[in-house]
């Protein structure tokens, strides 16, 4: 059986310190710097949340895409957002998805529209067919070049540019319009004050909120926020969140779009590549993490890339004090 040791043959602390030895234990956690806590989720009300799908391209997609939908739609979200592929390659299905969600669901839907391939004509016949459709909000981008096209060409007779396509949906309707926003800049753009300033135009032109590219540095976008401030800007500038549950995808995405990742996010799924169960809770705690710091800076929107896959961006939702606001309907489907 083991024994404390009598009073007189412990050194105290200071003594030890005093003669050179390292500090125990005890010392260092006394001695070492204090970080405040975030504050408790019952001191801060529940941010708006809006969620981002993708179209299905097959029938087993369309199955998860809808299962997504309903799992999320009981957490009331402002709207959710569906995505449109380069040069409009996904137009029928972005339409249909975005029509289904107007007829079927409670949720307000945003139907991106890109500057891509077509002419300004062609691009107001999609404005026109998604206001006829019972859609009030469009997500305005540029969008990229088409697989095999080097870099971006405006179409001869297209909105050239993402500001270009804002103006020109303000003539077309009284639509709510997002924007991009590139905390770390848009790839394409010479310069972040090249990229602020396309943003400020974007705004300037009639957008009404920019939702942000994801990122993983909290740091990144509240530098961002002083800047675009800066800049004249006072619109939301939500920021764009990305559950990560497949970390060698992402990393290998992010190298491409310009979003950095940190080498700590690394070491986080080290190991992982045949443990899917426990890369989903690491993704739960880091992503949790980022938003709740964002949260106790007075960030009170979120927009969640959510990959069409619900579980993630649920929990996420109920730790920042998301609840169901209702149930879901059964899916027709």
């Keep these: 059986m083991s024994h404390l040791p009598d009073h007189a043959n412990v050194a105290p602390a200071a003594a030890d310190l005093s003669a050179g030895a390292s500090p125990g234990t005890l010392q260092r956690w006394l001695t070492g710097p204090r970080v405040a806590g975030l504050p408790l989720p019952t001191e801060l009300p529940p941010p708006a949340l809006s969620f981002e799908f993708f179209p299905p391209r097959t029938e087993s997609l369309e199955q998860q895409l809808w299962a997504c939908v309903r799992r999320l739609e009981p957490l009331a979200p402002r709207f959710v957002s569906v995505t449109y592929g380069a040069g409009g390659t996904t137009q029928e299905r972005t339409h249909a998805t975005v029509a289904r969600l107007v007829r079927e669901t409670s949720l307000t839907p945003a139907a991106h529209l890109t500057c891509v391939g077509a002419s300004r004509a062609e691009v107001d016949e999609v404005a026109h067919r998604y206001w006829a459709a019972g859609v009030r909000h469009i997500v305005a981008l540029r969008g990229d070049a088409p697989a095999g096209q080097e870099s971006y060409v405006p179409h001869p007779q297209?909105?050239?540019?993402?500001?270009?396509?804002?103006?020109?949906?303000?003539?077309?309707?009284?639509?709510?319009?997002s924007v991009a926003a590139y905390p770390e800049t848009h790839p394409s753009a010479r310069s972040a004050q090249e990229d602020l300033d396309n943003l400020k135009r974007k705004i300037d032109a009639g957008a009404t909120r920019a939702i942000t590219q994801y990122f993983f540095?909290?740091?990144?976008?509240?530098?961002?926020?002083?800047?675009?401030?800066?800049?004249?800007?006072?619109?939301?500038?939500?920021?764009?969140?990305?559950?990560v549950s497949n970390f060698t995808q992402v990393a290998?995405?992010?190298?491409?779009?310009?979003?950095?990742?940190?080498?700590?996010?690394?070491?986080?799924?080290?190991?992982?590549?045949?443990?899917?169960?426990?890369?989903?809770?690491?993704?739960?705690?880091?992503?949790?993490?980022?938003?709740?710091?964002?949260?106790?800076?007075?960030?009170?929107?979120?927009?969640?890339?959510?990959?069409?896959?619900?579980?993630l961006t649920y929990a996420i939702a109920h730790i920042l004090g998301a609840r169901p606001m209702r149930q879901a309907p059964a899916d027709p489907a």
């Design 158 to 177: 297209g909105y050239a540019y993402a500001a270009d396509l804002v103006a020109g949906l303000r003539r077309a309707g009284e639509f709510e319009i």
């Design 217 to 243: 540095d909290t740091e990144v976008y509240l530098r961002f926020l002083d800047r675009a401030h800066a800049a004249g800007i006072t619109v939301p500038i939500v920021p764009g969140i990305l559950p």
């Design 252 to 311: 290998k995405f992010s190298a491409m779009c310009g979003a950095s990742v940190p080498a700590w996010m690394g070491r986080l799924f080290e190991g992982l590549d045949d443990d899917p169960e426990t890369r989903r809770m690491v993704a739960a705690a880091l992503a949790a993490e980022q938003v709740r710091l964002l949260q106790a800076n007075g960030v009170d929107e979120f927009h969640f890339y959510t990959l069409n896959r619900a579980d």
